[in-house]
C-alpha cells in the first residue's frame, strides 16, 4: 500500500506539491490573522493601560468611554471626586479626528486630560501639554517636539512624544489638555465622553455606568469588530398579516441556533482576497442559501444620540440609506431582483429604508415608496415623512 501511494506521488508530482503549496498558505495565513487580532488587543490593552484610570464613569446607555461614549457636561464630578476610595477624579474627552502633515492627512486618536493625569500617558521625550494649544503626540506620527501639527483645522504645538501610542489598528494617539479637547471635538463646550477614576468607587451614582479597564479596552476594540454572520428565513407573506408569531419562533430559533453552531462557512473568509472576481460573481446566489427571490432584512437597533446631532442639536428626523459599490442592472437582474429593508431608531424616532429592483418592472422612486407603504398598511402601520 506505501509503494502504490509513492508512486501515486511520484507520478501526480504536479498536484502533489500544489497541495501542499496550498496548505501551507492557508496555515500562514490562520497564523498571521490571529498574530493580527492579537495584536489589535495588545494595543488596546496598552493605551487604556497608559492612562492610569481604574474605573471610566459614562451617562446610563452609553455602551463605553470612547467609540461608544456620549457626551455630557460634568456636573457631578466634584461629588465623585470626594466619594469614599476615590483618589482622583478627572474630566476626561475622546473622538477620532485628522491630522494635517504637510501634504498628507492621517486618522488620529484625540485624547483629552488634565496634565498630571489620570488620562495623561507617560511622555517618552518632552512634558505634557499644559494649554489647549498644546499637543503630545505618538511617535508613530513622525513629528518632533516643537513642530506644528493641524489637528481637527487647529494648529498645535507639539511639546510631548509618546513612545509607540497607537489604537484602533495602527492610528496615532493624540493627547491634549481637557480644555484644548473640548475645542477640538465640542466647540469649546465643557463636555466630556467619561469620568476618570484613580481607586475604586463604591456605589455608581445615578444616571451613571461605571466601565472598568477590561469594558474601556472592549470599546476601543468593537470598531474592529465585523458582523459577518446571519440567517435566512423563508415566510409566507399573506400568513403574516394575521400572525406573526411563525416568524418570530423561527428567528429565535435561527439565532439561537447560530450562537451554538457557528455557520461552517465562515471558516473561508481568509480565502476571500484570493478568490477570483468570476468565481465570486458565479457564487453569489449560494450566499443566500434559499431559491426563492432573497429579501435582506436588518435592525440597527439604537443609534447613538450624538448621531442625529451634525450641527449640535438633535435632529427632528433621521434616515439612512443603503449604499453598496459595483452593483449593476446585470448582477441584480442575474439575482432576479433585490429587496433590502432596514430599520434603526434616533432619538425615539424610528425609520425605515428600502432599496428594490424588479426585474420589468418599473424601477424608480415613486413604485418603490407605493410598495413600502403597502406593506406598512398591511400591518396597520403608516409613515409620518415619506422621501
Given at each position: 500500500m506505501?509503494?502504490?501511494?509513492?508512486?501515486?506521488?511520484?507520478?501526480?508530482?504536479?498536484?502533489?506539491?500544489?497541495?501542499?503549496?496550498?496548505?501551507?498558505?492557508?496555515?500562514?495565513?490562520?497564523?498571521?490573522?490571529?498574530?493580527?487580532?492579537?495584536?489589535?488587543?495588545?494595543?488596546?490593552?496598552?493605551?487604556?493601560?497608559?492612562?492610569?484610570?481604574?474605573?471610566?464613569?459614562v451617562?446610563?446607555?452609553?455602551?463605553?468611554?470612547?467609540?461608544?461614549?456620549?457626551?455630557?457636561?460634568?456636573?457631578?464630578?466634584?461629588?465623585?471626586?470626594?466619594?469614599?476610595?476615590?483618589?482622583?477624579?478627572?474630566?476626561?474627552?475622546?473622538?477620532?479626528?485628522?491630522?494635517?502633515?504637510?501634504?498628507?492627512?492621517?486618522?488620529?486618536?484625540?485624547?483629552?486630560?488634565?496634565?498630571?493625569?489620570?488620562?495623561?500617558?507617560?511622555?517618552?521625550?518632552?512634558?505634557?501639554p499644559?494649554?489647549?494649544?498644546?499637543?503630545?503626540?505618538?511617535?508613530?506620527?513622525?513629528?518632533?517636539?516643537?513642530?506644528?501639527?493641524?489637528?481637527?483645522?487647529?494648529?498645535?504645538?507639539?511639546?510631548?512624544?509618546?513612545?509607540?501610542?497607537?489604537?484602533?489598528?495602527?492610528?496615532?494617539?493624540?493627547?491634549?489638555?481637557?480644555?484644548?479637547?473640548?475645542?477640538?471635538?465640542?466647540g469649546?463646550?465643557?463636555?466630556v465622553?467619561?469620568?476618570?477614576i484613580?481607586?475604586?468607587?463604591?456605589?455608581?451614582?445615578?444616571?451613571?455606568?461605571?466601565?472598568?479597564?477590561?469594558?474601556?479596552?472592549?470599546?476601543?476594540?468593537?470598531?474592529?469588530?465585523?458582523?459577518?454572520?446571519?440567517?435566512?428565513?423563508?415566510?409566507?407573506?399573506?400568513?403574516?398579516?394575521?400572525?406573526?408569531?411563525?416568524?418570530?419562533?423561527?428567528?429565535?430559533?435561527?439565532?439561537?441556533?447560530?450562537?451554538?453552531?457557528?455557520?461552517?462557512?465562515?471558516?473561508?473568509?481568509?480565502?476571500?482576497?484570493?478568490?477570483?472576481?468570476?468565481?465570486?460573481?458565479?457564487?453569489?446566489?449560494?450566499?443566500?442559501?434559499?431559491?426563492?427571490?432573497?429579501?435582506?432584512?436588518?435592525?440597527?437597533?439604537?443609534?447613538?444620540?450624538?448621531i442625529?446631532?451634525?450641527?449640535?442639536?438633535?435632529?427632528?428626523?433621521?434616515?439612512?440609506?443603503?449604499?453598496?459599490?459595483?452593483?449593476?442592472?446585470?448582477?441584480?437582474?442575474?439575482?432576479?431582483?433585490?429587496?433590502?429593508?432596514?430599520?434603526?431608531?434616533?432619538?425615539?424616532?424610528?425609520?425605515?429604508?428600502?432599496?428594490a429592483?424588479?426585474?420589468?418592472?418599473?424601477?424608480?422612486?415613486?413604485?418603490?415608496?407605493?410598495?413600502?407603504?403597502?406593506?406598512?398598511?398591511?400591518?396597520?402601520?403608516?409613515?409620518?415623512?415619506?422621501?
Open positions: 506505501l509503494l502504490a501511494a509513492l508512486r501515486d506521488m511520484q507520478w501526480r508530482r504536479r498536484r502533489f506539491v500544489i497541495a501542499i503549496l496550498s496548505t501551507s498558505i492557508i496555515f500562514a495565513m490562520t497564523l498571521a490573522l490571529t498574530g493580527l487580532a492579537n495584536g489589535f488587543r495588545v494595543e488596546a490593552e496598552k493605551t487604556v493601560d497608559s492612562l492610569g484610570v481604574d474605573v471610566f464613569l451617562k446610563a446607555g452609553a455602551s463605553g468611554p470612547f467609540v461608544g461614549a456620549t457626551p455630557f457636561a460634568p456636573v457631578d464630578l466634584s461629588r465623585i471626586a470626594s466619594a469614599p476610595g476615590v483618589d482622583a477624579a478627572v474630566p476626561l474627552a475622546y473622538a477620532g479626528g485628522t491630522a494635517t502633515l504637510g501634504d498628507t492627512t492621517r486618522n488620529v486618536d484625540i485624547f483629552g486630560a488634565p496634565e498630571r493625569g489620570p488620562g495623561m500617558p507617560v511622555v517618552s521625550e518632552g512634558q505634557p499644559s494649554t489647549p494649544d498644546e499637543v503630545a503626540v505618538s511617535s508613530t506620527l513622525g513629528r518632533q517636539i516643537g513642530d506644528d501639527v493641524e489637528i481637527a483645522s487647529r494648529r498645535l504645538r507639539i511639546v510631548g512624544i509618546v513612545e509607540n501610542s497607537t489604537a484602533l489598528a495602527n492610528l496615532p494617539n493624540v493627547f491634549l489638555t481637557t480644555q484644548g479637547a473640548q475645542q477640538l471635538v465640542y469649546g463646550q465643557p463636555l465622553s467619561s469620568i476618570g484613580r481607586g475604586t468607587l463604591g456605589q455608581t451614582p445615578d444616571g451613571y455606568r461605571a466601565i472598568d479597564r477590561a469594558g474601556a479596552i472592549a470599546d476601543l476594540l468593537r470598531p474592529l469588530k465585523v458582523a459577518v454572520s446571519s440567517i435566512t428565513i423563508v415566510v409566507d407573506s399573506q400568513a403574516m398579516l394575521d400572525d406573526l408569531s411563525n416568524v418570530r419562533a423561527e428567528v429565535k430559533s435561527r439565532l439561537t441556533s447560530l450562537a451554538e453552531q457557528p455557520n461552517e462557512l465562515l471558516a473561508g473568509l481568509p480565502l476571500i482576497p484570493f478568490t477570483p472576481r468570476w468565481l465570486v460573481r458565479q457564487t453569489e446566489g449560494i450566499a443566500m442559501s434559499t431559491g426563492q427571490l432573497p429579501v435582506g432584512c436588518s435592525n440597527l437597533g439604537n443609534f447613538d444620540p450624538v442625529g446631532r451634525i450641527d449640535g442639536g438633535n435632529a427632528s428626523e433621521v434616515s439612512m440609506r443603503l449604499a453598496e459599490q459595483g452593483v449593476t442592472r446585470e448582477r441584480i437582474e442575474r439575482a432576479r431582483g433585490q429587496l433590502f429593508c432596514g430599520t434603526g431608531t434616533v432619538n425615539g424616532s424610528r425609520f425605515i429604508t428600502v432599496v429592483y424588479r426585474c420589468g418592472a418599473e424601477n424608480t422612486a415613486a413604485p418603490t415608496r407605493e410598495l413600502a407603504g403597502g406593506a406598512l398598511a398591511d400591518l396597520q402601520l403608516s409613515a409620518t415623512t415619506v422621501r
